[in-house]
């Protein structure tokens, strides 16, 4: 399995992987919102990009030609990094690809002399916590009902 950057082609095929993997928690949560964040062509529009105070980049989780997984981050000139979103093909999970993509991320981070990097992780959603608690973040605090009502969600950080 190879690590690489997120291209233009990719957003047809890591837009299936993303809407499966946040049904897989998000059940009959997952709105019409969702669905437009995880279109091919936001994707594409938001995966990589730069401004005057940070970038934001996206990796995928490809082998044998076929996309496993995608993640996006940021980092910022105040030293403030954040982990946006990841989500792995759901036939694939648990077998070490979102890791994967986090260490690639991470190495970006560093690259960038990043500080601290921030995330949330909705409360219900354990695999994803354990996921992260995994890849060394900690719990930080607690939003009730914020992106969604009847979905709280636990806020992580990370000292890098
Ligand atoms: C969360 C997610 C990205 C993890 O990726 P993954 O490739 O399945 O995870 P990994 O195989 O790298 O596992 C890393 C750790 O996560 C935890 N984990 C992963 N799958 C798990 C499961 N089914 N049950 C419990 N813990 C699990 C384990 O602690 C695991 O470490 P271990 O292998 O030593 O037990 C993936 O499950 C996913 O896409 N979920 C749906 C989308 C989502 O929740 N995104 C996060 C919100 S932004």
Not at 20 to 33: C, E, N, Q, T, V
Not at 50 to 61: I, L, W
Not at 82 to 87: A, H, I, L, Q
Not at 91 to 96: C, E, I, L, V, Y
């Amino acid at each position: 399995m190879k690590i690489r950057k997120f291209k233009s082609k990719d957003g047809k095929e890591v837009s299936k992987i993303m809407i499966a993997a946040f049904k897989s928690f998000l059940g009959d949560k997952f709105d019409r919102l969702d669905l437009k964040s995880f279109s091919p062509q936001v994707l594409k529009k938001i995966s990589n990009t730069e401004s005057y105070d940070g970038e934001v980049v996206s990796y995928v989780a490809e082998e044998k030609g076929k996309i496993l997984g995608y993640i996006r981050g940021s980092a910022h000139m105040n030293g403030l990094g954040s982990s946006e979103v990841v989500g792995v093909d759901t036939s694939s999970f648990h077998k070490g690809v979102g890791t994967k993509l986090m260490k690639k991320l991470e190495k970006f981070w560093k690259s960038k002399k990043q500080r601290k990097i921030s995330t949330c992780v909705s409360a219900h959603n354990k695999r994803a916590l354990i996921y992260y608690l995994k890849n060394g973040f900690i719990p930080e605090g607690y939003r009730k009902d914020h992106f969604k009502v009847g979905v709280d969600e636990i806020i992580l950080g990370r000292f890098l």
